[in-house]
């Protein structure tokens, strides 16, 4: 899988280029990594709602193909956008999805910290109180009523688009950032969700290494497939 370190830049023209090598690749085509800083923007996902928008201020609105509701983007965040054959990978959205949150709980691990997720709620999240999460509250469905999120904040956000089994879009971490931007909107849809950064968690680390970090975890959870004998026949 190649890496490539794109410096700050714009949503929209990444997004495109993102889409256009998506559409151009082939069977024989090698996965990318994409890891790129943007500058201040929104992000919406196909089914997400302008309410879940509560006051933009001069932060621009970007309408995209990927799923989920909306979530913001700026400097301090490392973005990383795997370009993957899951038909290579051997592997299903679902699984897809599960191997990027791995390499992010991987990333929190590697700085003394403990990444969770929620049942049907896309992304990592950390507890608030620096506390272990307990095994209740993974063991299954909570009861009735009960807050998800209760005690946690949303450190990574993620949001997929796979078509013809290549896939784009990815996930994003909070590094050190303006975590204001997010209390003008209902992040990833939820009201209230808090969202923080692994400054705000007392790690003190660059944009590169954790850029670097996640990087590496990504390639481990996305192995080179081992070509055999009638594989490339088959994929086309």
């Known amino acids: 899988m190649q890496i490539k370190r794109i410096t700050t830049a714009d ?5 495109a ?3 256009e090598f998506t559409a151009q690749r082939t069977a024989e085509t090698e996965d990318e990594l994409w890891l790129v800083e943007h500058g201040p923007v929104y992000t919406l ?3 997400g709602k302008r309410e879940h928008i509560l006051n933009p201020h001069d932060i621009p609105v970007v309408s995209t193909d990927r799923g989920g509701q909306v979530t913001f ?3 301090g965040q490392v973005v ?13 959205v679902k699984e897809y999805v599960h191997r990027i949150e791995t390499a992010v709980i991987c ?3 590697d700085y003394g910290l403990i990444g969770q997720r929620v049942p049907n709620a896309p992304g990592i999240y950390v507890r608030l109180d620096g506390r272990a999460p307990s095994l209740a509250a993974s063991a299954g469905p909570q009861p009735a009523g009960a807050d998800p999120f209760a005690g946690l904040g949303k450190i990574a956000a993620l949001g997929v688009k796979v078509t013809n089994h290549r896939t784009y879009h990815g996930v994003a971490l909070n590094v050190a950032m303006d975590l204001a931007p ?17 400054a705000k968690l007392g790690v003190q680390t660059s944009w590169d ?6 990087a590496h975890h990504l390639a481990r959870v996305f192995p080179a497939p081992v070509a055999v004998a009638g594989d490339a026949a088959a994929a086309r």
């Open 45 to 47: 996902g196909l089914a």
């Open 107 to 109: 990333v929190l691990a």
């Open 80 to 92: 990383a956008y795997p370009l993957i054959d899951l038909r290579r990978q051997g592997i299903y």
């Open 209 to 214: 290494d954790a850029a670097a970090r996640l």
């Open 182 to 198: 997010f209390n003008w909107i209902n992040p990833c849809g939820y009201a209230g969700l808090a969202t923080v950064d692994l």
């Open 11 to 15: 949503y929209a023209p990444v997004y």
């Open 17 to 19: 280029a993102m889409r």
């Open 73 to 75: 983007h700026g400097p």
